[in-house]
């Protein structure tokens, strides 16, 4: 979950979207990913 949010911030092999990749980093923390708590806490908050 955590490298698809990763894949979609950057563009890698999907096109980029910041709110799919919030969406993948949210699902990654709420299995308690520490990166992607980590990433959360920098990213603006992603509107729809």
């Known amino acids: 979950m955590f490298r698809l949010g990763i894949c979609y911030e ?3 092999g999907v ?7 919030y969406t993948w980093f949210r ?4 299995y308690g990913h520490e990166d992607a708590l980590r990433y959360l806490s920098s990213l ?3 509107k729809p």
């Open 27 to 30: 699902k990654a923390a709420s």
């Open 10 to 12: 950057h563009g890698a």
């Open 44 to 46: 603006p908050p992603a």
């Open 15 to 21: 096109p980029q979207d910041m709110v799919k990749a």
